[in-house]
């Protein structure tokens, strides 16, 4: 008698060799060192950006609109 087709999947894919943990454990080290020099990177490019440029506008500007601060003109009229 043949076994069910799920015991045969079973029994087929408990054959194949496990990962290497060496291996793994590099790769999961090397994932986790890029995912932080790419927040530390990220921070510094903002904090750069933010010295030089500003990454916000004064709150005078912020409360008038960026359209009438910027560029002297209103995107909306909304009391029309």
């Not at 408990?14 to 090397?30: E, V």
């Not at 530390?40 to 601060?69: I, K, N, Q, Y």
Request: aromatic share 4%; hydrophobic share 50%.
């Amino acid at each position: 008698m043949r076994p069910a087709p799920g015991v045969r999947l079973h029994r087929a894919l408990s054959k194949q060799r496990a990962p290497d943990s060496l291996a793994h454990a590099i790769a999961l080290a090397c994932a986790g060192i890029g995912w932080l020099l790419a927040i530390a990177g990220t921070l510094v490019l903002l904090f750069l950006v933010d010295h030089a440029l500003g990454l916000r506008m004064s709150p005078v500007d912020e409360a008038a609109g960026m359209d009438l601060s910027l560029h002297g003109e209103e995107g909306y009229e909304l009391n029309a």
